[in-house]
């Protein structure tokens, strides 16, 4: 049991690394367990994140390839395509606002930002893998991903 306490912006976090890595390990990536065009190009993206999004991932155990949680494409701007998510983390919020239960509001909150990402903790789970102990905390964010497989969303449609 490697269990750490992590501080981040306004948040204590206890978090188990080694746990959340091991379970990150055997989980498929996004575009393995959906497959939809969106899901394909986020992989893409996701295994070639910079150093300091790669480093804050490695941090928390999370490989971001991975679907513990889930990911939406919302729109197109300017080539970005806007993101939204949550990836799941073994451990617990000791400190901190919820991103997303009131009386916290995302927009007021001290967002943690690393190249287009936004990223906030939450207590309100949602599909949570079955393979994960009951103590779990969500990582939301919202993230510009650029375009950068071969074929276009439009073309699969
Ligand atoms: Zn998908």
Redesign the pocket.
């Known amino acids: 049991m490697t269990i750490k306490e992590i501080r981040i912006k306004d948040w204590l976090l206890k978090v188990d690394v080694e746990q959340t890595t091991r379970l990150y390990s055997q989980l498929g990536t996004?575009a393995e367990e959906?497959?939809?065009i969106?899901?394909r190009n986020y992989t893409e993206v996701a295994k070639n994140f910079s150093n300091p999004l790669r480093s804050f991932f490695e941090l928390l155990g999370i490989d971001p390839t991975k679907s513990a949680g889930d990911?939406s494409e919302y729109e197109q701007e300017n080539q970005m395509h806007l993101y939204g998510g949550w990836y799941h983390l073994v451990g617990e919020m000791l400190k901190g606002p919820d991103c997303m239960l009131p009386p916290e509001n995302w927009n007021q909150i001290n967002l943690i930002k690393i190249d287009s990402f936004e990223m906030g903790f939450t207590r309100n789970l949602q599909l949570v893998s079955p393979i994960f102990p009951k103590s779990v905390i969500q990582l939301e964010f919202v993230a510009k991903i650029p375009w950068i497989l071969p074929d276009l969303p439009e073309d699969s449609e």
Request: hydrophobic share 30%.
């Open positions: 996004f959906c497959g939809c969106y899901c990911i």
